[in-house]
């Protein structure tokens, strides 16, 4: 079992930034893929970033790309979004995915393990 924590959500206005974490702990797979989703109310949850463990290849949605940042911390187990110049539309909880191996990374059903997410709320 893989067990994933979320932190670093909260309230910010547009253009603004933040910094969200994900501590992963129990088994961990040496190539898993990692990824960022969120949901926002009455919508689907969609796929934001995702970082290959080994290597460190990332892949970003069309609406985040060039704004938001994934990156990994072995020593820390962790990986991270960094968010800037946020939007109102960025507003929904995020949750952080897990999965074994590489291959197909946008689907909710590619990943195994879930965190409980967190809130982000941008105001206009």
């Known amino acids: 079992q893989v067990q994933l924590v979320e932190s670093g959500g909260g309230l910010v206005q547009a253009g603004g930034s933040l910094r969200l974490s994900c501590a992963a702990s129990g088994r961990t797979f040496s190539s898993s893929t990692m990824g960022w989703f969120r949901q926002a109310p009455g919508k689907e949850r969609e796929f934001v970033a995702a970082i290959r463990w080994t290597g460190g290849t990332t892949y970003y949605s069309d609406s985040v790309k060039g704004r938001f940042t994934i990156s990994r911390d072995y020593a820390k187990n962790t990986v991270s979004l960094q968010m800037n110049i946020l939007k109102p539309e960025d507003t929904a909880v995020y949750y952080c995915?897990?999965?074994?191996?590489?291959?197909?990374?946008?689907?909710?059903?590619?990943?195994?393990?879930w965190g409980q997410g967190t809130q982000v709320t941008v105001s206009s």
């Open positions: 995915a897990a999965k074994s191996g590489g291959g197909y990374y946008r689907r909710t059903s590619d990943y195994d393990y």
